[in-house]
């Protein structure tokens, strides 16, 4: 039986509450004209912006901020102070672009950042902890932080060092750009990675392996380098802390810089050349608890190279630059094979992980986690008009994939803006290198490999060194395609004002967007996507 009495009760209160909450809650015509369009939010831990998702959305619609699943985090504030409510959700009144704090108690924001625990795409610091059925593989520098590198001077009998090898190398690696005449590897990355990453180290005394540098050279598979690591790291185990140099904590040290002084020969297939490698022993071997794993095998003559561009400097780290490239991970970017004559080149020259000059290019500082490129999705992009500043001063680039799948491990073309300044102006108009500003656009192919992965450096299907897909390959303007046949790359292959047309994907298909550059100077350029 139904109770009418209680019933009428209920509809009276139900009818104050109706009335009650219609006065106090009025839609202002300031919400109902902003209602419907999109809004970027921004999130910050310790002053730093961290990507997160989601990072729009649209007024009108009730947006649930996430919850970190990290030690200390106690919500999210409109302010840098945490000062009034904690915000949980943004509400169907909301407008306007959002900027929201991070409050962790008792935890350093930083080690959050360093350890990547926000990146909302995949980059290589996640990728090598997946691949070979979640084994992973290993890599030898972090590229965010602060990450310390052993350089160990080497000389032979019949080739000994110079007197002063240990303050060169520390002044060369780890000083000023104002003491080595342009950059230090140090100096070079902290500019190269706006400031995320920072390399210290420690040189030692000079190694002395009292041997013939040809007994070394005349060993197979690497097993005279791996004597001398071995060697080097037990003489000086006893005045080393080894564990400091393993800034990850993966128990291996980071990179080791076995600096010799046997002249370079200019031969691949010698030894007296410059190389990473990994130093594999069938025993373990601990050092404070680390063994050794990555090292960089290199002359001292290097930094006595005279650029090409014939500018006068103290000392030149480009290959020193170019090999701690691999430690991060990063492939060569130039043919192995000149077989092929119709498929050679990738870059033509114009990068640092080609032909040893420049800066690194935006695919490289992408999946290194130092920029966040814009993307534009084929599919649903439309109508966007979008800044490009100086690459090397703001790390903007731009994405336009075909199907975007939150990885940027994948095929898409990458747009920057070209500078001949900053780390370019050294080599600018010389080894690939362009001397005028431009965009320049790229072709990324970087799928993940299905086979298994041996090192850090076979992780994608292709590569540029001898797949017959490249990883990545410079899309010439001038249409010539003279990179494939092993040309350098020119001014020519700089995009200017106009429409970039008949870029196709992969799979043979139009890119069904249109491109125009509408305005280009030497600080900036304005690029449409409709």
Same mark, same amino acid.
């Given at each position: 039986?139904?109770?009418?009495?209680?019933?009428?009760?209920?509809?009276?209160?139900?009818?104050?509450?109706?009335?009650?909450?219609?006065?106090?809650?009025?839609?202002?015509?300031?919400?109902?004209?902003?209602?419907?369009?999109?809004?970027?939010?921004?999130?910050?831990?310790?002053?730093?912006?961290?990507?997160?998702?989601?990072?729009?959305?649209?007024?009108?619609?009730?947006?649930?901020?996430?919850?970190?699943?990290?030690?200390?985090?106690?919500?999210?504030?409109?302010?840098?102070?945490?000062?009034?409510?904690?915000?949980?959700?943004?509400?169907?009144?909301?407008?306007?672009?959002?900027?929201?704090?991070?409050?962790?108690?008792?935890?350093?924001?930083?080690?959050?950042?360093?350890?990547?625990?926000?990146?909302?795409?995949?980059?290589?610091?996640?990728?090598?902890?997946?691949?070979?059925?979640?084994?992973?593989?290993?890599?030898?520098?972090?590229?965010?932080?602060?990450?310390?590198?052993?350089?160990?001077?080497?000389?032979?009998?019949?080739?000994?060092?110079?007197?002063?090898?240990?303050?060169?190398?520390?002044?060369?690696?780890?000083?000023? &750009?104002?003491?080595?005449?342009?950059? @230090?590897?140090?100096? !070079?990355?902290?500019?190269? =990675?706006? #400031?995320?990453?920072? *390399? /210290?180290?420690?040189?030692?005394?000079?190694?002395?392996?009292?041997?013939?540098?040809?007994?070394?050279?005349?060993?197979?598979?690497?097993?005279?380098?791996?004597?001398?690591?071995? &060697?080097?790291?037990?003489?000086?185990? @006893?005045?080393?802390? !080894?564990?400091?140099?393993? =800034?990850? #904590?993966?128990?291996? *040290? /980071?990179?080791?810089?076995?600096?010799?002084?046997?002249?370079?020969?200019?031969?691949?297939?010698?030894?007296?050349?410059?190389?990473?490698?990994?130093?594999?022993?069938?025993?373990?071997?601990?050092?404070?608890?680390?063994?050794?794993?990555?090292?960089?095998?290199?002359?001292?003559?290097?930094?006595?190279?005279?650029?090409?561009?014939?500018?006068?400097?103290?000392?030149?780290?480009?290959?020193?630059?170019?090999?701690?490239?691999?430690?991060?991970?990063?492939?060569?970017?130039?043919?192995?094979?000149?077989?092929?004559?119709?498929?050679?080149?990738?870059?033509?020259?114009?990068?640092?992980?080609?032909?040893?000059?420049?800066?690194?290019?935006?695919?490289?500082?992408?999946?290194?986690?130092?920029?966040?490129?814009?993307?534009?999705?084929?599919?649903?992009?439309?109508?966007?008009?979008?800044?490009?500043?100086?690459?090397?001063?703001?790390?903007?680039?731009?994405?336009?994939?075909?199907?975007?799948?939150?990885?940027?491990?994948?095929?898409?073309?990458?747009?920057?803006?070209?500078?001949?300044?900053?780390?370019?102006?050294?080599?600018?108009?010389?080894?690939?290198?362009?001397?005028?500003?431009?965009?320049?656009?790229?072709?990324?192919?970087?799928?993940?490999?299905?086979?298994?992965?041996?090192?850090?450096?076979?992780?994608?299907?292709?590569?540029?060194?001898?797949?017959?897909?490249?990883?990545?390959?410079?899309?010439?303007?001038?249409?010539?395609?003279?990179?494939?046949?092993?040309?350098?790359?020119?001014?020519?292959?700089?995009?200017?004002?106009?429409?970039?047309?008949?870029?196709?994907?992969?799979?043979?298909?139009?890119?069904?967007?249109?491109?125009?550059?509408?305005?280009?100077?030497?600080?900036?350029?304005?690029?449409?996507?409709?």
């Amino acid at each position: 039986m139904i109770n009418i009495k209680f019933k009428r009760m209920m509809f009276f209160i139900a009818l104050f509450f109706l009335l009650f909450l219609s006065s106090c809650y009025k839609v202002s015509q300031e919400e109902i004209s902003f209602a419907g369009i999109e809004y970027n939010i921004k999130y910050y831990l310790n002053n730093k912006e961290v990507e997160i998702n989601p990072n729009k959305y649209i007024s009108g619609n009730e947006v649930v901020l996430p919850k970190l699943d990290v030690e200390g985090f106690e919500g999210w504030y409109f302010n840098s102070n945490f000062s009034g409510n904690e915000i949980k959700y943004l509400s169907i009144r909301s407008y306007g672009n959002k900027i929201l704090y991070a409050k962790i108690i008792d935890k350093n924001a930083n080690d959050l950042i360093n350890n990547e625990l926000f990146t909302s795409w995949t980059r290589l610091n996640d990728i090598i902890k997946t691949v070979n059925n979640n084994e992973g593989v290993t890599r030898g520098f972090n590229s965010i932080g602060t990450v310390k590198a052993l350089v160990i001077p080497v000389d032979f009998s019949d080739y000994k060092a110079e007197n002063d090898m240990k303050e060169v190398l520390e002044t060369a690696l780890f000083g000023s &750009g104002y003491e080595t005449g342009w950059e @230090s590897l140090k100096s !070079y990355y902290q500019k190269s =990675s706006y #400031g995320k990453l920072t *390399i /210290d180290g420690f040189v030692t005394d000079v190694y002395h392996t009292n041997k013939r540098a040809s007994y070394f050279a005349y060993q197979d598979n690497g097993e005279g380098i791996n004597e001398i690591i071995k &060697g080097a790291l037990e003489y000086f185990d @006893s005045s080393i802390n !080894y564990d400091e140099y393993d =800034s990850d #904590g993966d128990t291996y *040290i /980071d990179a080791i810089y076995l600096v010799y002084s046997h002249h370079v020969e200019y031969d691949s297939d010698s030894i007296w050349w410059a190389f990473t490698d990994q130093y594999f022993t069938k025993d373990y071997e601990y050092y404070d608890n680390v063994e050794a794993n990555f090292y960089c095998f290199i002359g001292y003559d290097f930094l006595f190279e005279e650029p090409r561009s014939g500018a006068k400097i103290k000392y030149n780290c480009e290959t020193f630059i170019h090999e701690t490239g691999h430690l991060f991970g990063l492939d060569d970017y130039y043919d192995y094979d000149d077989s092929d004559y119709y498929n050679m080149g990738g870059l033509g020259g114009c990068d640092m992980m080609d032909n040893n000059v420049g800066d690194h290019n935006p695919y490289s500082k992408t999946i290194l986690n130092w920029i966040t490129p814009e993307v534009i999705d084929e599919a649903s992009d439309i109508n966007k008009i979008i800044k490009l500043r100086k690459f090397q001063d703001s790390g903007d680039a731009i994405i336009l994939c075909k199907q975007c799948n939150n990885t940027f491990y994948d095929e898409y073309y990458i747009l920057s803006f070209y500078t001949p300044d900053g780390l370019n102006k050294l080599e600018a108009g010389y080894g690939g290198l362009f001397s005028i500003p431009g965009v320049v656009l790229y072709h990324v192919s970087a799928a993940i490999t299905d086979s298994e992965v041996a090192s850090v450096w076979d992780m994608t299907k292709n590569n540029n060194a001898s797949s017959k897909v490249k990883l990545i390959e410079l899309i010439e303007a001038d249409g010539k395609d003279n990179i494939s046949r092993g040309g350098n790359s020119t001014n020519s292959d700089l995009f200017k004002l106009g429409e970039i047309n008949s870029l196709k994907w992969s799979d043979g298909s139009d890119v069904n967007i249109s491109i125009s550059i509408e305005t280009l100077d030497d600080n900036y350029c304005l690029i449409k996507f409709q």
